[in-house]
């Protein structure tokens, strides 16, 4: 009996039980062959309309029209891009300046402002704190098109039509980069870390700055990616307001270019690689601090 009890344990502690990261990463190594390729598949499924864009924008219109289609890149790209910057219907660069200004002002206030917005009905207590987020997730089951008209009408009060300032200052906040930011902020810095900082004698902005800033700082990148990508992308809206086709954003240029009796695709698809670089550039150079934050909320979730 007493030999067969001390076995047991003895036993038990020779299993190796992946635990933590290694463990992660052998059931990630221990992945099936269908899982790889699908995987591969849904990799070049992604990328096959950039690398296509790429194609295109590097051949002449009609060798882009023809059956069997070629999927090598030409040697007309920089041609092609030439004829689009220098397009003066399109006026892209332009476009490229106004959305680069617009995309990277609402970026910023987003993120500033919804930072400090989301620490505040995370971790201060302050009366009608919770009247205040539902009024800001109200906000964002209304559609955007309720409001086109009267914030169209506000506009021309102001006499802001054909004006830069239309497309910017109306975005400086948005309900989900609050929300976003209050959720991440009452999990990623603890009470205690803030009361400490209060017995330094830290005020609430030096809090914020020292304390709360660093902690959010790979939600702020995902939140800063996914605003300027909206931006970016926004058609609609400054269609509406900026009817002057010498002061367009990028998104009108583009529409422009395809606004002919005959359209030229390589210098559409040209224009649109142009657009699309900004958000590869701006991708690459924050990719670490983007995914390591989705990455972080996934497994806080």
Same mark, same amino acid.
């Given at each position: 009996m007493t030999?067969?009890?001390m076995g047991t344990p003895q036993a038990t502690t020779d299993r190796k039980v992946p635990t933590? &990261?290694?463990?992660? &990463?052998?059931?990630?190594?221990?992945?099936?062959? *269908? $899982?790889?390729?699908a995987l591969v598949l849904a990799t070049i499924l992604?990328?096959?309309?950039?690398?296509?864009?790429? +194609?295109?924008?590097?051949? $002449?219109?009609? $060798?882009?029209n023809q059956w069997p289609p070629a999927?090598?890149?030409?040697?007309?790209?920089?041609?092609?891009?030439q004829r689009v910057l220098s397009n003066d219907n399109a006026n892209i660069v332009k476009g490229l300046m106004n959305s680069l200004i617009a995309a990277g002002t609402i970026?910023? @206030? @987003? +993120? *500033? *402002?919804?930072?400090?917005?989301g620490f505040a009905f995370a971790k201060l207590r302050f009366r009608g704190k919770n009247v205040l987020l539902l009024v800001i997730l109200a906000t964002m089951m209304v559609p955007v098109q309720l409001g086109v008209l009267p914030l169209y009408?506000?506009?021309?009060?102001?006499?802001?039509?054909?004006?830069?300032?239309?497309?910017?200052?109306p975005f400086l906040v948005s309900g989900f980069g609050i929300f976003m930011m209050r959720q991440y902020a009452s999990q990623a810095v603890p009470d205690e870390l803030i009361e400490a900082a209060r017995v330094d004698g830290c005020s609430t902005l030096r809090i914020y700055w020292h304390v709360v800033v660093p902690a959010l700082r790979p939600a702020a990148a995902v939140l800063g990616l996914l605003t300027f990508m909206e931006q970016w992308n926004q058609f609609?809206?400054?269609?509406? +307001?900026?009817a002057d086709q010498n002061n367009p954003t990028v998104q009108i240029s583009l529409k422009l270019l395809n606004q002919a009796y005959f359209t030229d695709l390589?210098? +559409?698809?040209?224009?649109?690689?142009? &657009?699309?670089v900004p958000l590869f550039v701006l991708f690459v150079l924050f990719a670490r601090q983007i995914i390591g934050g989705i990455m972080e909320g996934a497994v806080k979730a």
């Open positions: 030999a067969v009890t933590g &990261a290694s463990g992660a &990463a052998g059931r990630l190594w221990r992945a099936s062959p *269908l $899982t790889v390729l992604s990328f096959f309309p950039f690398y296509w864009m790429i +194609v295109i924008a590097s051949r $002449t219109s009609d $060798t882009a999927f090598v890149p030409g040697g007309r790209l920089g041609e092609n891009i970026t910023f @206030t @987003t +993120v *500033l *402002l919804g930072s400090l917005a009408i506000l506009m021309a009060k102001l006499g802001w039509l054909n004006d830069i300032k239309s497309i910017i200052v609609f809206w400054p269609f509406v +307001v900026l390589s210098q +559409v698809f040209a224009g649109t690689l142009v &657009a699309t």
